[in-house]
């Protein structure tokens, strides 16, 4: 009795993977059609929670069934592996991806603003179109050295990089004025807000990660890509606390959802300010180091 029993909770624990899936399908649809539909304290909620618990829990213990499969599969797949282990390659596919992306945003928005003659279109125009400029000049010069060479072009397109951080602080100056000021933001359902909210800290996640993880290769490229994705993970913060409370804050609150878009939209702006900064200074001094090294090797 007691093997069977066990058998038994081991197949509730790990039933089949397309069993996992189907739990996985089911849930999101009751959870969205429970939330949509206000009925969060209804009868059939409880039993969706319950039900959405236990195909969260049968998911998370397959993870290292998962992680296993993956690590094999990257192992014996020869592309993979290489972008496993060439951190130039995952930077030139991470510099495509998001120069397209930007590229595109900027279009969207530039149209959007001199279709409507707005200011807010046109301030995320010019901050998408500086981050697609900044990262088309990363993958130009990836494409020409080697993390290893030409050390003086890269300190200088590491500058470059810190003044266009500055200067697009101008346009994010603009869009936290409207957001704080004249009230502009988008507003999202709830449960679209929580996706986005989601996706933002991962990709916030990802950014910290990768500038720490980047910087032992000590290229300057490397640092300034990196870079570059935290300030718009930053950012993305900003534009996820406005929808957050719009979504969710409510009329008593009214003062804490005027003070919090100001306070954060100041710290991003500070923070990306210092950041470019610090950029232009640390390039200034390596070239200056640079320059003096190669007199030295003149003279001799």
């Known amino acids: 009795m007691k093997h069977k029993l066990k058998k038994i909770g081991l197949h509730m624990l790990y039933p089949h993977p397309l069993l996992i899936l189907l739990f996985a399908a089911i849930s999101a649809v009751l959870l969205t059609v429970t939330f949509m539909r206000g009925r969060s304290e209804h009868p059939v909620a409880y039993v969706t929670y319950v039900f959405s618990f236990y195909s969260l829990t049968v998911a998370c213990m397959r993870i290292p069934t998962v992680i296993r499969f993956f690590k094999n599969f990257k192992k014996n797949n020869k592309y993979l592996a290489r972008y496993s282990d060439d951190a130039t390659l995952r930077i030139k596919i991470s510099l495509y991806g998001n120069f397209a992306y930007n590229a595109a945003y900027a279009v969207f928005h530039l149209a959007l603003a001199l279709w409507h003659s707005s200011l807010w ?76 909210a989601a996706s933002t800290f991962t990709l916030m996640t990802m950014a910290i990660v990768n500038v720490v993880r980047y910087s032992k290769f000590k290229s300057p490229l490397f640092s300034a890509a990196k870079t570059i994705s935290l300030a718009t993970s930053a950012v993305s913060m900003l534009t996820l606390e406005t929808a957050m409370l719009n979504a969710f804050g409510s009329a008593e609150d009214q003062q804490f959802n005027e ?22 200074i640390l390039a200034n001094k390596r070239i200056k180091k640079i320059q003096m090294m190669e007199n030295q090797r003149e003279s001799e």
């Open 259 to 280: 003070l919090m878009p100001l306070l954060t939209g100041f710290a991003v702006t500070a923070f990306i300010l210092g950041m470019g900064i610090y950029m232009i």
């Open 121 to 196: 279109y046109f301030a995320f125009a010019a901050y998408y179109i500086m981050l697609a400029v900044m990262r088309l000049f990363l993958l130009r010069d990836v494409h020409a050295t080697a993390p290893d060479q030409a050390p003086g072009a890269q300190w200088r397109r590491y500058r470059f990089c810190g003044i266009m951080l500055v200067i697009m602080n101008l346009a994010l100056a603009i869009i936290v004025w409207r957001i704080n000021v004249q009230g502009a933001h988008t507003t999202h359902h709830q449960i679209t807000t929580i996706a986005m």
